[in-house]
């Protein structure tokens, strides 16, 4: 739970204070001691100056070279509950600078009637290509969704890896999504041969992130093996990677890339080994060292089945989370994926570290796979993140709801997550996907980026909430049309549930389905 803001100033001025989310350590702003290896991206621009933004964006947002920008909405979520009567501002570069009940300020925000604003939410896992997919794989039989896949990845260019890419990002910013963790692994051509550039497919993912203007950690996937034990099951030719060497390298030059060409808050790279099956634990070693070496989050599927685990076991006498957390891998920058077949000792292995687990109710249920054992985690002390993983559906609220249902299911127990659930859901879904991610973002503060959503408070799925029980109507009933506006770093990027691109990346995305199922 984040703590409640603590006040200073007179009777009608506040400025919140916080307890600090975990910080990216490329962002020389959201520490008092920048790291060491730290150079400022963009070659002189100012660190936390936003890059560029389409002209027809930049058009429905705040005005460009306004000093300060502020908003009032009938009521703000900060942190505990909603605020009334509250505005609040950010500065030229989109950060939060003030919250204010001064009359003049309240005077001067741009009123946003009949909102209220919730910080954006951060989708902690997602392979974005898998958007290509949905309504494609829910025919029985495994065979029939390896076809699937195959055709897939047979003919899925990059350029329409840049066009299903920015179709699930836009999907994102309609469901309130401001920041996502993008766990990436298609790295190939289709024939499997490397491009000339071995980052050409990461770059387009980060672009698309860029256009769309959604916040990316990219998570660069090592994909080494089929499965335990190696050569029985061929690595797909567009996942594999060269070797653990090779892999850090060209990781290596994506960053100092990254790192120049875009502001460290808005893209940023993390280390992904996609599993403890498909990457063994040496290499697994090799490239979370280097994700240490550069404070990098280090994320990975763990323990998705009960098959999974058994060949872990049989390979390496111990279940996935016991042989890295052997191996020294899991600490507070860890994020393990899916950990729904957790023993009690890795829950607390995961917990003592203050890992993070991040669990994506809808593909689980879409999948029939189960859930992590969420409230054991937490009451570990491991972080509980959201995703939204394949895409069956891009909705973090429903994810949200989807966890909590399921754990009241098994518990015959309503709530279940915690006393106040709709508060603890929510804070999965910004503050601890936020934190797993090496994101500013994920709550209101001073200090954080402008990035929100707004829903509308007339919309039939939410309609007659006081805002007591505003917070429990949004997280359990809220309808995805009642998103109405969304901001990031001060940029509206959606406006009255419309993104400014809405029309090319809806039609681009129709001719790539087209040219690949076709
Ligand atoms: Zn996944």
Redesign the pocket.
């Known amino acids: 739970m984040s703590q409640g803001p603590a006040f200073a100033g007179g009777r009608n001025r506040m400025t919140y204070r916080k307890a600090p989310l975990e910080r990216n350590p490329r962002d020389p702003r959201s520490s008092g001691n920048p790291p060491r290896d730290f150079r400022p991206p963009g070659g002189g621009r100012p660190p936390s100056a936003p890059a560029p933004v389409p002209a027809a964006v930049a058009k429905s947002g705040v005005p460009h070279g306004a000093t300060e920008s502020g908003w009032l909405p009938d009521c703000v979520y900060t942190g505990e509950k909603f605020e009334t009567g509250l505005a609040f501002f950010a500065d030229a570069v989109g950060r939060l600078t003030r919250f204010s009940r001064e009359p003049a300020d309240l005077a001067a925000a741009r009123r946003l009637e009949g909102q209220a604003v919730l910080p954006g939410l951060v989708n902690a896992?997602s392979?974005a290509f898998h958007r290509a997919l949905r309504g494609r794989m829910e025919q029985r039989g495994a065979e029939g969704n390896a076809a699937v896949e195959q055709r897939l990845l047979a003919r899925l260019s990059g350029e329409e890896v840049f066009d299903t890419a920015r179709m699930a990002f836009m999907e994102m910013l309609l469901a309130g999504v401001t920041c996502v963790g993008e766990?990436h692994y298609l790295h190939h051509q289709p024939d499997g041969t490397p491009w000339p550039d071995a980052n050409h497919l990461s770059r387009e993912i980060i672009r698309a992130a860029h256009e769309v203007g959604v916040r990316i950690a990219l998570l660069k996937v090592a994909y080494a093996r089929g499965d335990f034990r190696g050569e029985a099951v061929a690595v797909p030719a567009r996942f594999r990677m060269a070797g653990a060497e090779v892999f850090v390298r060209e990781t290596e030059a994506l960053r100092v890339q990254v790192e120049k060409e875009f502001p460290a808050d808005e893209a940023w790279l993390g280390i992904a080994p996609y599993s403890v099956a498909t990457v063994p634990i040496e290499p697994f070693k090799a490239i979370a060292l280097y994700a240490r070496t550069q404070r990098l989050r280090l994320h990975t599927?763990v323990s998705t089945t009960a098959a999974e685990n058994a060949a872990c076991v049989a390979e390496y006498g111990r279940t996935p989370i016991a042989l890295l957390a052997e191996h020294g891998l899991v600490d507070k920058r860890f994020t393990a994926?899916?950990a729904i077949h957790l023993a009690d000792e890795e829950v607390r292995l995961l917990g003592t570290a203050r890992a993070s687990v991040c669990t994506?109710p809808i593909?689980e249920h879409n999948r029939g796979l189960g859930g992590a054992p969420v409230e054991k985690l937490l009451a570990a002390g491991a972080g509980i993140a959201l995703?939204t993983?394949?895409h069956v559906q891009i909705d973090l609220l429903k994810a949200a709801r989807l966890l909590e249902y399921r754990l009241r299911h098994a518990r015959q127990q309503h709530p279940a997550i915690a006393a106040d659930a709709a508060t603890a859901l929510l804070h999965a879904a910004t503050v601890t996907g936020a934190r797993c991610l090496g994101a500013t973002s994920g709550a209101l503060e001073v200090g954080r980026p402008a990035d929100f959503f707004t829903v509308n408070l007339f919309d039939p799925s939410i309609a007659g909430a006081e805002p007591e029980v505003l917070l429990n109507h949004i997280v359990f009933a809220l309808e995805r049309r009642a998103i109405r506006d969304v901001w990031v770093g001060a940029r509206q990027r959606i406006a009255n549930g419309r993104h400014a691109l809405h029309g090319p990346i809806v039609g681009r995305f129709v001719e790539a389905q087209k040219r690949i199922w076709g």
């Open positions: 896992h392979h766990f599927h994926i899916d994506c593909t995703g993983d394949t």
